[in-house]
């Protein structure tokens, strides 16, 4: 292999992820739904010949690291692709995250080689299912979730295999919206697809193909480096999601965590098994925390490809609800289990490492779905969005109020194209004062956000977390408040609603989110630390 100068090197890394970041721009601006062109829940990345992740743009953290997961056993089931061919994937057990998240993939060709693949996942806002927005609050089986997409090729040497295309827009709610998001994916692909041909043009086929073995090595020594500065030890830690969707037990995990010179272990042991409810979380959402939180701890300029997953080892015991196994019920894995892994991950790492580690954040991403038939067209929609809160009180400063944090990475929905696009009107949208950990840092607030569903009948599903347990505030910070869900009908009376559930709301009737505040991080009477630091406004 040849050997690369740190300059060349640092180039070529930068060109590679300057192309994912392309994408993204690109798939931002072409798709259709409010979720992926307003709120970016989609990301984009580069993998290399032999399906190693390459480069990635900081899209969403639950998409990047399960990706990981989904291109290698994605097109290890399929004949060899050609120039053109397309694969469309959505399966959990194949793909690594829940219906929803579709993930297409095309080769990169220069004459008869195929040198990478390029592949964007985007969260559509309905692929079928039970209920609309495909994330039903109490389903017990992967089939009440939507469509299931097996590895398939969409295209071939450049062909729309229009039947493929017509099945699965048979299967959902709204096809029109599904086709344009569905096309800004496949436009993401081509822009990668023309500028890794450039790259390999500008640098050579060889030299392209050198330089990604070549940056996978760096990662890994850097991850090593960072390994030799960490104290050697074991370090335990717990954490539980309020409940399945299915009972009112809660879901324990448990955590052990081995830092060794030349690896760190994560062994869950002792989790909970595998839930009749939908928190259950593929291998694929398990390994994206993992890799998500092993981002925070190394330096903040390691690049965040497969070569710093080689110095990684994950133990799941069999039948633990963190690697289910068909036909479970999977749609919350990705929202909500995913989100408390990294609040159980980052609570071991914050006993070695307590300089780089916040306070829990509001550990959920109250995901909200609604819809029906617009009274306005007599068409169908599905309104998707996942809700900010507070993030944890940090070693440097207080937390962010009003954002996303850990998993997820979105923006929200503005208000303007929301009540444009969908017969529903916000109501309230504020800080929820108070709702952050006090601290020597303290936690960042929640929010709250009221929907008024306008003259028809909708359904609304809720996959919440965090209504029971409070997130956990560091080094005697206090706990965040936990959120709430209520609907409150047209006289104005009120009524809670579980975290996951389904309902149906009547016309001018509304449903209020309030989300969760961070954690605090530190004694509040700390002084010693420095100034009292005021929670931070997203």
């Known amino acids: 292999?040849?050997?690369?100068?740190?300059?060349?090197?640092?180039?070529?890394?930068?060109?590679?992820?300057?192309?994912?970041?392309?994408?993204?721009?690109?798939?931002?601006?072409?798709?259709?739904?409010?979720?992926?062109?307003?709120?970016?829940?989609?990301?984009?990345?580069?993998?290399?010949?032999?399906?190693?992740?390459?480069?990635?743009?900081?899209?969403?953290?639950?998409?990047?690291?399960?990706?990981?997961?989904?291109?290698?056993?994605?097109?290890?089931?399929?004949?060899?692709?050609?120039?053109?061919?397309?694969?469309?994937?959505?399966?959990?057990?194949?793909?690594?995250?829940?219906?929803?998240?579709?993930?297409?993939?095309?080769?990169?060709?220069?004459?008869?080689?195929?040198?990478?693949?390029?592949?964007?996942?985007?969260?559509?806002?309905?692929?079928?299912?039970?209920?609309?927005?495909?994330?039903?609050?109490?389903?017990?089986?992967?089939?009440?979730?939507?469509?299931?997409?097996?590895?398939?090729?969409?295209?071939?040497?450049?062909?729309?295999?229009?039947?493929?295309?017509?099945?699965?827009?048979?299967?959902?709610?709204?096809?029109?919206?599904?086709?344009?998001?569905?096309?800004?994916?496949?436009?993401?692909?081509?822009?990668?697809?023309?500028?890794?041909?450039?790259?390999?043009?500008?640098?050579?086929?060889?030299?392209?193909?050198?330089?990604?073995?070549?940056?996978?090595d760096y990662s890994e020594r850097r991850m090593i480096r960072r390994l030799a500065e960490l104290p050697r030890g074991t370090w335990e830690s717990e954490d539980c999601l309020d409940d399945d969707g299915s009972s009112d037990e809660p879901v324990r995990i448990k955590l052990r965590v081995d830092v060794t010179p030349e690896c760190m272990g994560f062994d869950f042991e002792g989790t909970s098994a595998q839930r009749p409810g939908n928190v259950n979380a593929v291998a694929g959402m398990t390994f994206s925390a993992v890799f998500y939180c092993m981002k925070i701890l190394m330096d903040a300029s390691l690049p965040p490809n497969a070569g710093v997953m080689r110095r990684v080892d994950i133990r799941i015991p069999p039948g633990c609800f963190l690697d289910a196994v068909r036909p479970a019920a999977v749609c919350a894995g990705n929202t909500e289990t995913t989100q408390r892994l990294a609040d159980t991950i980052l609570r071991a790492f914050a006993q070695f490492a307590p300089e780089r580690i916040a306070?829990?954040?509001?550990?959920?991403?109250?995901?909200?779905?609604?819809?029906?038939?617009?009274?306005?067209?007599?068409?169908?929609?599905?309104?998707?969005?996942?809700?900010?809160?507070?993030?944890?009180?940090?070693?440097?400063?207080?937390?962010?109020?009003?954002?996303?944090?850990?998993?997820?990475?979105?923006?929200?929905?503005?208000?303007?194209?929301?009540?444009?696009?969908?017969?529903?009107?916000?109501e309230r949208y504020e800080l929820r004062g108070g709702s952050g950990g006090k601290g020597h840092h303290d936690g960042g607030e929640g929010v709250i956000r009221a929907l008024k569903v306008l003259d028809h009948e909708a359904r609304v599903s809720l996959s919440s977390d965090r209504r029971r347990f409070a997130p956990y505030g560091l080094h005697g910070g206090g706990e965040g408040c936990v959120g709430r869900n209520g609907l409150q009908a047209v006289d104005g009376e009120k009524q809670p609603l579980k975290g996951k559930c389904s309902v149906t709301l009547a016309a001018g009737e509304t449903v209020i989110v309030e989300t969760p505040g961070g954690g605090g991080w530190g004694r509040a009477e700390a002084g010693a630390l420095g100034p009292k630091s005021r929670q931070g406004k997203g």
């Open 1 to 216: 292999m040849k050997t690369f100068d740190p300059i060349t090197l640092e180039v070529l890394r930068n060109a590679l992820e300057a192309t994912s970041q392309e994408m993204g721009i690109v798939l931002k601006l072409t798709s259709f739904s409010p979720n992926i062109k307003e709120r970016m829940d989609a990301s984009c990345a580069l993998f290399d010949a032999n399906s190693q992740l390459i480069a990635q743009a900081e899209h969403v953290p639950v998409h990047l690291g399960s990706m990981q997961r989904a291109v290698g056993p994605t097109l290890a089931t399929l004949d060899p692709l050609e120039p053109g061919d397309v694969v469309i994937v959505n399966d959990p057990f194949v793909g690594g995250a829940h219906l929803p998240d579709i993930t297409l993939i095309a080769p990169v060709f220069i004459g008869d080689d195929c040198i990478a693949y390029v592949a964007s996942r985007a969260h559509h806002s309905d692929v079928g299912g039970i209920e609309p927005g495909s994330m039903p609050g109490n389903s017990t089986s992967i089939f009440q979730e939507g469509i299931i997409i097996p590895p398939i090729r969409l295209y071939r040497r450049g062909v729309e295999q229009t039947d493929i295309m017509k099945m699965i827009l048979a299967n959902v709610r709204t096809q029109e919206e599904r086709k344009g998001d569905l096309n800004a994916q496949l436009a993401a692909l081509r822009v990668g697809i023309v500028r890794l041909q450039e790259l390999a043009e500008r640098f050579g086929v060889a030299t392209l193909r050198d330089g990604m073995a070549a940056i996978l």
């Open 359 to 426: 306070a829990a954040s509001q550990g959920t991403m109250n995901l909200i779905g609604i819809g029906g038939t617009d009274p306005r067209n007599g068409k169908p929609y599905t309104y998707i969005e996942t809700i900010g809160g507070g993030q944890g009180g940090r070693p440097m400063g207080p937390g962010m109020s009003a954002v996303h944090a850990n998993m997820s990475n979105t923006l929200n929905t503005p208000i303007e194209a929301l009540e444009i696009s969908y017969p529903l009107r916000v």
